[in-house]
């Protein structure tokens, strides 16, 4: 079982970066995923989640209208598509997988997730 996050770099404020969270080892489909980031001296909060059955969508308020949450699951995949990047979205970004579903209060659990990938480094420079 295998959580692969890639696609973080260092990029301007205002440009776009698309994380990919690649799955092996087990059926995507049948697994909720979650999208979270930690800052140097913060916790890790989430950024956004997708639901296994209905691709339903939860965000953050500070990334709402700028990233996007999507799942491929023939290619078991899931991504997040950062535009509009700002300097206080540098993080390493995590993905993490749960089996039971989960709603918008409590998403941001970290506890609720069974297994997470390694980080991706995303830097914004000012």
């Known amino acids: 079982v295998q959580l692969q996050a890639s696609g973080g770099g260092?990029?301007?404020?205002?440009?776009?970066?698309r994380l990919s969270c690649a799955a092996s080892g087990f059926t995507l489909e049948y697994y909720a995923i979650g999208w979270f980031r930690q800052a140097p001296g913060k916790g890790r909060?989430?950024?956004s989640y997708i639901s296994s059955s209905d691709?339903?969508?939860y965000y953050d308020e500070s990334?709402?209208?700028r990233f996007i949450i999507?799942?491929?699951?023939?290619?078991?995949?899931?991504?997040?598509?950062?535009?509009?990047l700002k300097?206080?979205?540098?993080?390493?970004?995590?993905c993490a997988f749960d089996r039971e579903p989960l709603d918008d209060s409590t998403w941001r659990h970290t506890g609720e997730y069974e297994y997470w990938?390694?980080?991706t480094q995303v830097t914004v420079s000012s």
Request: a negative charge.
């Open 45 to 47: 909060e989430g950024v």
């Open 55 to 57: 691709d339903t969508t």
């Open 117 to 119: 990938g390694q980080g």
């Open 63 to 65: 990334v709402k209208g």
């Open 10 to 17: 260092l990029v301007q404020t205002g440009n776009s970066l």
């Open 87 to 94: 300097p206080e979205d540098t993080a390493v970004y995590y």
């Open 70 to 84: 999507s799942r491929n699951n023939a290619k078991s995949t899931v991504y997040l598509q950062m535009n509009s």
